[in-house]
């Protein structure tokens, strides 16, 4: 398995030291489960990994996984936080994420979002990461009518470099939406005189996710180090800090993405005391994925198994609502047995689909599953951490799973399973 925090012991799933099944009797299926101890592990590896540097922040990207004691637990640990709206926002607040260790990025921020981002924790957030000539428009408008405070911002560089992903999670190309160009770039450094409401503080690019190799983000580091000189060129004065993104791949399957000392390493070198801008720079990063995705799995029942000739369809009751990804994208999540026992004997080409009407339900086809599963057979999906109940949905009416976090011997709740008081919540028959 993918993750030292999930395992077998005495042939049953183990979350730490938590028995799956001990924890579906109580809290029912489909059902996420996170490894407190995995999240920790990959934030203090970056942490560690970036030492030598004078400054840096973990900006843990919140798209990942959300969840308040996720978020918070996250916070307790020292990192900051990535956001991409204002919900996002409102979470790293109740969370108490602290105002100089938040940056807002994404495409498209309202006047509202901005104005909350402004406000946050009273002396507002570290940076808004600005994508577009417009946008920076409207945060000045907004920063001046707030009389007198200025926006602290960056500037999100698109470098149009090939991060080598999935074409739906690539950000870094011309092509893509986000981010400014170097022509953009530059007119928006030539505007900054006129801009009273905005503080240009750095420069930021994120090239896509799932990255599993280091060489594209080598390359933007590089492209974007130009881009800082040649800005503090034009402005006549040192930017404060570098958002490098996030993007570090995990494995779901027989992926090889980097180890994180290694990433870590190429970020000591473009910007660490070695480098030519000496660690003068904070440094930022975005991480989601590498620290939640092999933390967290979805354990599911199976409902019933409908034989076929050429290959079986096994019905779960988790369905693409639950776990959009291999809808979505294809993805690949690894799927066993909460009994070990269930892994071995006969496997046969299987479809693993959910309850839901649509024929893109589907986990996993042409799987080979042991046929051992049957009705009432739990199992468990790895790597479920990352963009797994972040991108939920109640389609169908599907009421969305309960969260548990574990940590040793214990659990918690952190959400509850939804019920349909919630679903139809604000409806007006
Ligand atoms: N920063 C920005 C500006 C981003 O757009 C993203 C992800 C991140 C940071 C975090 O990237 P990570 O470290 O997690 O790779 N739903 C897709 C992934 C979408 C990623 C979008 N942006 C999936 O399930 O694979």
């Known amino acids: 398995m993918n993750s030292d925090a999930f395992t077998y012991r005495r042939g049953k799933l183990h979350a730490e030291g938590v028995s799956i099944e001990s924890l579906v009797r109580r809290l029912g299926t489909p059902l996420y489960v996170y ?3 995995a999240f920790e592990r990959g934030l203090r590896t970056i942490q560690g990994g970036l030492s030598s540097l004078e400054s840096f922040t973990v900006c843990y990207a919140l798209k990942a996984n959300s969840n308040l004691a996720i978020v918070k637990m996250m916070g307790d640990l020292g990192a900051g936080a990535d956001l991409v709206s204002g919900g996002e926002l409102e979470r790293a607040r109740m969370a108490g994420i602290p105002p100089d260790r938040v940056v807002f990025s994404g495409v498209g921020k309202t006047a509202e979002e901005i104005a909350a981002g402004l406000a946050y924790g009273g002396r507002g957030i570290t940076s808004f990461h600005v994508e577009s000539l417009e946008e920076l428009g409207l945060i000045d408008r907004v920063a001046r009518a707030r009389r007198g405070k200025r926006a602290r911002v960056a500037l999100r560089f698109n ?3 090939d991060a080598k992903t999935h ?14 160009n170097a022509d953009e770039l530059r007119a928006a450094v030539s505007m900054l005189p006129r801009l009273k409401g905005i503080e240009l503080c750095g420069l930021s690019i994120h090239i896509g996710s799932q990255l599993t ?3 594209p983000l080598r390359t933007a580091f590089k ?5 800082i000189l040649a800005v503090e060129a034009a402005l006549g004065r040192p930017l404060e800090f570098a958002d490098l993104g996030g993007g570090v791949g995990i494995r779901y399957r027989d ?9 870590c390493s190429e970020i000591v070198r473009a910007f660490g005391p070695k480098s030519a801008f000496r660690s003068r720079l904070r440094i930022l990063l975005e991480p ?8 967290g799995i979805l354990v599911a029942r199976v409902l019933f198994r409908k034989p076929r000739k050429q290959k079986d369809f096994l019905i779960l009751d988790a369905g693409m609502n639950d776990l959009m990804r291999p809808a979505l994208y294809g993805s690949y ?3 066993v047995p909460v009994l070990e026992a269930r892994a071995r004997g006969r496997k046969k080409k299987t479809d693993v689909v959910g309850p839901v009407c649509e024929s893109g339900d589907c986990f996993a086809s042409d799987r080979p599953v042991p046929t051992s599963l049957e009705h009432g057979d739990l199992v468990a999906f790895l790597g479920a951490g990352a963009y797994g109940m972040s991108m939920s949905s109640n389609y169908n009416s599907r009421p969305r799973p309960a969260e548990v976090l574990v940590s040793g011997g214990r659990w918690r709740m952190i959400r509850d399973r939804e019920r349909i008081e919630d679903l139809v919540r604000g409806e007006h028959p």
């Open 288 to 295: 989601g994925r590498v620290l939640s995705g092999n933390s």
């Open 159 to 161: 470098p149009n470099i």
């Open 167 to 180: 074409p739906y999670i690539s950000t870094g190309l011309k092509k893509n939406k986000f981010g400014l």
């Open 213 to 215: 190799s280091l060489s």
């Open 223 to 227: 492209a974007l180090g130009s881009q």
């Open 333 to 335: 999540h690894e799927l």
């Open 255 to 263: 992926e090889r993405p980097p180890a994180l000392e290694d990433y």
């Open 35 to 37: 490894s407190q101890s």
